[in-house]
């Protein structure tokens, strides 16, 4: 189109020119058009799939999407939407003015917490305007990221990229292709890397990195005077073959996991047995395991090898919290259950994948790419998680138990014919000059159950509860009733049960004949048949805490009643009778419980409160009796009514000549050696290991908003399908049996194309040298986690650690061969390093060496190590510097204050119960196992500085290193004071440090001095 000066012709040529009238005429209609109807022919086209599902996805669907969308208004479906909500129709095609939805969004009431930019705002209105055309329906929540989440596009979703290192030019600075990754960020800001640092600090570096232990002053003196390529990487290699990496890089995969001692919440009951899971660990790093075979084995170890290491290795799905106290409500068990879900879904999720799956519980993940229907599919596949102990055969140790107890046996024969004998004998002769029988002891309280459930003898008189009843003098137990009595108003500790006991079947596994408690049941102990073996009689206790097996022969009878006694010992031995005779062997597992006044109860029938499960107890109770103290044998033989016939072992030896008597001796003392080392082999034959103990795998719904009593569709155990080329169907039914369940899901997060698995390993292994990971967020890579440093870098090194088999040792050496890695920390010039700050100031780019505090843990080896009293010895049950305190069903973890060999083992084979803290440790961030801790707090307090002057622990390896120093130094100061120093921080002191030495020697002793070098900054820090 041609525009034309209309003012430069003349007004007669204008009216009287034809041409020039119908120029005027086209201009002015397209004049009009422009002007008249600019929104159909200039407004740009809206495309509903690139900007308004974005807008809808963003910022509308949390709230109109689902079964039950805000105001009845869903935005999912097109049908749906167009219809409208509670209030009508809400989008009128062609009007926006007219159309509910704009005029709420336009006015800022929708959405209500952060309404639309003024951007989105206009492309919605030209999209109504526009007719208010519909793409893609229904809506994929998760398909795309947008600014407030992320979709399945989302960067760590997506398939590993095999990426070359980037060429660089100007430099020749790298040692291998991380540096190239690092180098070339730096270059792109303008900034430069900085030199390595100096020998003793990278052999200091090396050492805590890879084993947590300082190295010893002569292993810096040969590096130092050698600082060559071959030595650095045989240091390298040696490191990664030492035993004591497994320790160091177990610590670190331990805190991820949460891995705890005892059970956590208002119980906290301890769990020593829970060990082996740490053990496994710290063997299967050493030994250098693929993470692929690592990750499997704790998750299906039980199918992949069983036996101990199975059991070991499962540990992982019980190293966190468990509430054993869960309310009697089915709703309160239904709650807890769900949450010990939740809880063990998020530190999966956390652990392999850096995603928080568990966030999807109540409604779809409001950040990342996971439904809440995904989250049930997840649930199914662990529903058959259980906590407990199981008792694994080892067959070394089982070949010699059997040579034992063969031997055993044959000696324990030898003396019970002699025995026999012996009591035939005086029996024989009781009866011919008819001796009176001792009479039975006086109990605290006895019920003869032949009208009424009272006490004899004192106030303890019971109360039925449900069907239990008087019947033929004795009381009826059905398995669904039982007898409370009223409270005992005396303080309990060492007692005494028995009771005449005529079962209804062998079969039942768990009731209570008796059993004494506090009201809630919290804490108890009981008389209790079958429970952990089949028709054994054994001592019930909460938590097995008190309860172990006495190895007695299985019951028989059933036609009629039979005695049984369980005496507990003021020192916890607790011993069983039957009929009068010792029931298999005493066994003592823990200290008794002292039940006060007040507060406890005896029960006839319930194993504890609340009744439940397999607690009841079908029987006869003929008669019982409680003592407030422990019986003899002799006295639990009269009062079983089998004193005439019981022989005491005084009258046995008083019996014999003296051949018999010497004789019997020596039996007896290979027996009692025997005995010994039958029981000591027996634990490392019959180990007992807290690990899962998988139940029946159920079929598990959606529970809508997480409510157990609102129950939505049955769900197949599955993943979530967000990561890009990889199935989350698991091609099973709802009701598939729990191993199977449990497998597709190890090979889910196993499988070679998810790449979150490499990706979030390789973070953690990077993160552990460099204090900072690649993603600062090690336990996040969704959305609200941070985005990486060095995308290339991380993408490269994931692809190399899934080429190379998984292997962790070879990354850790990529690692620590780097430049990048051996950079100094205060390398540049004054100016270089105020250039790269005013850019970098938190050096995620890497421009030099982090400077880092030790862990609580490492500083404390570093004591051990540095006074020379660490003692390497690995594995095995845990050493303990807390005290053990059970109160009113509540376990108390308490400092105590140790020494010796046993407690100066390295820091990772401490009893780690949740709660039980040390002041030391806990001072230097030492985080609760209660939650998964993938990157600790690192904080700087004057408490520090205060418990290493101050602290017990500290003040006697003070002592021990100036011993150490004296002993290796001899008599002359200045040679203490330098080897001090070089074992304390591997230099020598320099003039002006060496002076104010001698003077805190001479002022305060050579102890003071250790203490200070354990306060130096060179001692807690690593550059």
């Known amino acids: 189109m041609v525009l034309v000066n209309m003012t430069s012709f003349p007004i007669e040529l204008f009216r009287n020119s034809f041409?020039?009238?119908?120029?005027?005429?086209?201009?002015?209609?397209?004049?009009?058009?422009?002007?008249?109807?600019?929104?159909?022919?200039?407004?740009r086209q809206i495309n509903f799939d690139k900007q308004i599902a974005p807008i809808f996805v963003s910022h509308c669907l949390e709230c109109h999407s689902g079964a039950e969308p805000e105001g009845g208004l869903s935005l999912t479906d097109v049908n749906i939407a167009m219809n409208g909500g509670d209030s009508g129709k809400v989008i009128v095609a062609n009007d926006a003015a007219g159309s509910l939805l704009w005029e709420q969004v336009n006015d800022d009431e929708m959405p209500p917490k952060h309404p639309l930019s003024k951007q989105e705002k206009a492309t919605l209105k030209e999209w109504i305007d526009q007719g208010a055309k519909w793409g893609k329906s229904p809506l994929d929540p998760f398909s795309i990221t947008t600014s407030t989440r992320a979709g399945r596009d989302w960067w760590s979703l997506k398939p590993l990229q095999n990426i070359n290192p980037p060429q660089v030019k100007g430099s020749d600075w790298g040692s291998n292709q991380i540096d190239a990754f690092v180098l070339n960020r730096l270059q792109k800001n303008g900034l430069q890397p900085s030199p390595e640092a100096d020998p003793r600090t990278l052999i200091r570096r090396l050492y805590f990195d890879l084993l947590g232990l300082p190295p010893t002053p002569e292993q810096v003196a040969l590096f130092v005077a050698a600082p060559s390529e071959e030595m650095y990487q045989l240091i390298v290699?040696?490191?990664?073959?030492?035993?004591?990496?497994g320790e160091r890089w177990g610590r670190h995969w331990l805190d991820v996991v949460r891995f705890g001692e005892s059970d956590g919440f208002e119980r906290n009951f301890p769990r020593k047995n829970a060990w082996h899971y740490r053990d496994w660990i710290i063997d299967a790093l050493n030994a250098d395991m693929p993470y692929d075979d690592f990750v499997r084995m704790q998750l299906i170890g039980d199918q992949l090898t069983g036996g101990i290491e199975g059991a070991a290795a499962t540990g992982f799905w019980v190293a966190g919290v468990h509430n054993t106290t869960v309310g009697g409500s089915e709703r309160m068990k239904q709650l807890a259950r769900q949450d010990e879900i939740e809880e063990v879904l998020a530190t999966l999720g956390q652990t392999f994948l850096g995603l928080t799956i568990n966030c999807a519980r109540c409604h779809e993940h409001k950040f990342d790419p996971v439904t809440q229907k995904e989250y049930y599919q997840l649930a199914s596949s662990i529903s058959g998680l259980g906590h407990g102990e199981r008792v694994e055969q080892s067959p070394g140790f089982q070949r010699t138990l059997t040579s034992i107890k063969r031997r055993l046996s044959q000696l324990q024969s030898e003396l019970s014919v002699m025995d026999a004998n012996a009591s035939k004998e005086i029996i024989e002769a009781r009866q011919a000059e008819k001796i009176a029988a001792?009479?039975?002891?006086?109990?605290?309280?006895?019920?003869?159950?032949?009208?009424?459930f009272n006490d004899s003898i004192g106030n303890l008189n019971g109360k039925a509860i449900g069907n239990a009843k008087i019947e033929n003098g004795a009381l009826i137990l059905d398995g669904q009733s039982f007898v409370e009595t009223a409270p005992v108003q005396r303080d309990i500790a060492e007692k005494?049960?028995?009771?005449?006991?005529?079962?209804?079947?062998?079969?039942?596994?768990?009731?209570?004949?008796?059993?004494?408690?506090?009201?809630?049941?919290?804490?108890?102990?009981?008389?209790?048949?079958?429970?952990?073996?089949?028709?054994?009689?054994?001592?019930?206790?909460?938590?097995?805490?008190?309860?172990?097996?006495?190895?007695?022969?299985?019951?028989?009878?059933?036609?009629?009643?039979?005695?049984?006694?369980?005496?507990?010992?003021?020192?916890?031995?607790?011993?069983?009778?039957?009929?009068?005779?010792?029931?298999?062997?005493?066994?003592?597992?823990?200290?008794?419980?002292?039940?006060?006044?007040?507060?406890?109860e005896i029960l006839f029938g319930l194993r504890h409160k609340p009744p439940g499960g397999n607690r009841f107890l079908k029987a006869k109770i003929h008669r019982a009796a409680f003592y407030d103290r422990a019986l003899s044998p002799e006295e639990i033989a009269a009062s079983a009514g089998e004193s005439s016939k019981y022989v005491s072992e005084k009258q046995i030896v008083e019996s014999l000549d003296r051949k018999q008597r010497e004789q019997r001796k020596v039996i007896k003392s290979k027996i009692a050696s025997l005995t010994v080392a039958r029981d000591e082999v027996s634990e490392k034959a019959n180990l007992r290991i807290y690990t899962l103990t998988a139940g029946k795998g159920k079929k598990t719904n959606v529970l809508l908003r997480g409510d157990p009593d609102n129950v939505g569709e049955v769900v197949s155990p599955a993943a979530f399908a967000a990561i890009e080329g990889l199935s989350s169907d698991f091609g099973l039914a709802p009701d598939a049996p729990e191993k199977i369940r449990r497998r597709k899901l190890a090979e889910w997060i196993t499988h070679h194309e998810n790449p979150l698995f490499a990706r979030v390993m390789v973070n953690r292994i990077w993160h552990y040298h460099f204090g900072v990971g690649i993603v600062d967020t090690p336990n996040d890579f969704g959305f609200n986690?941070?985005?990486?440093?060095?995308?290339?870098?991380?993408?490269?090194?994931?692809?190399?650690?899934?080429?190379?088999?998984?292997?962790?040792?070879?990354?850790?050496?990529?690692?620590?061969?780097?430049?990048?890695?051996?950079?100094?920390?205060?390398?540049?010039?004054?100016?270089?390093?105020?250039?790269?700050?005013?850019?970098?100031?938190?050096?995620?780019?890497?421009?030099?060496?982090n400077v880092?505090?030790?862990?609580?843990?490492?500083?404390?080896?570093?004591?051990?190590?540095?006074?020379?009293?660490?003692?390497?010895?690995?594995?095995?049950?845990?050493?303990?510097?807390?005290?053990?305190?059970?109160?009113?069903?509540?376990?108390?973890?308490?400092?105590?204050?140790?020494?010796?060999?046993?407690?100066?083992?390295?820091t990772v084979y401490r009893f780690n119960p949740r709660g039980g803290r040390s002041a030391l440790l806990d001072t230097f961030d030492c985080p609760d196992s209660s939650t998964t801790t993938p990157r600790r707090s690192v904080t700087t307090t004057p408490l520090q500085s205060l418990s290493l002057m101050n602290n017990s622990f500290v003040l006697r390896m003070s002592d021990y290193f100036a011993q150490r120093v004296k002993s290796k130094a001899g008599k002359d100061e200045t040679a203490q004071i330098i080897y001090a120093w070089r074992l304390a921080i591997a230099r020598q002191p320099n003039e002006k440090e060496l002076e104010l030495s001698r003077q805190l020697v001479s002022k305060h002793g050579l102890p003071a001095l250790c203490r200070g070098l354990f306060n130096f900054n060179e001692f807690v820090m690593i550059e």
């Open 237 to 245: 290699k040696e490191l990664l073959m030492s035993k004591h990496y």
């Open 496 to 600: 005494t049960f028995e009771a005449w006991v005529q079962l209804e079947n062998l079969e039942q596994r768990g009731g209570a004949a008796i059993s004494i408690g506090t009201r809630n049941g919290g804490v108890f102990d009981a008389i209790v048949f079958g429970e952990r073996t089949p028709k054994h009689w054994m001592p019930g206790s909460n938590g097995f805490v008190r309860t172990d097996s006495f190895n007695g022969f299985a019951e028989e009878a059933v036609t009629k009643p039979v005695h049984i006694a369980i005496v507990y010992k003021k020192e916890g031995t607790i011993i069983g009778y039957r009929n009068g005779i010792a029931y298999g062997q005493p066994i003592r597992k823990s200290p008794i419980f002292n039940y006060k006044a007040g507060e406890t």
């Open 438 to 452: 001792p009479k039975p002891p006086v109990a605290m309280a006895r019920w003869e159950f032949d009208s009424d």
């Open 852 to 906: 880092r505090r030790l862990e609580a843990e490492a500083l404390r080896d570093a004591m051990l190590a540095v006074t020379g009293k660490l003692n390497t010895e690995m594995g095995g049950p845990s050493f303990e510097d807390v005290s053990v305190i059970l109160n009113k069903g509540t376990t108390y973890y308490e400092p105590i204050d140790v020494d010796g060999p046993e407690v100066w083992r390295r």
């Open 785 to 849: 986690g941070t985005r990486p440093s060095h995308p290339e870098l991380l993408e490269y090194l994931a692809w190399q650690f899934r080429a190379n088999g998984y292997r962790m040792k070879p990354l850790h050496r990529l690692i620590v061969n780097s430049s990048t890695y051996r950079q100094a920390a205060f390398g540049l010039t004054k100016t270089e390093r105020q250039k790269a700050e005013s850019k970098d100031a938190s050096n995620r780019l890497l421009w030099r060496g």
């Open 19 to 43: 041409w020039v009238r119908r120029y005027f005429i086209d201009v002015t209609i397209c004049v009009s058009l422009l002007l008249c109807q600019p929104a159909n022919l200039l407004a």
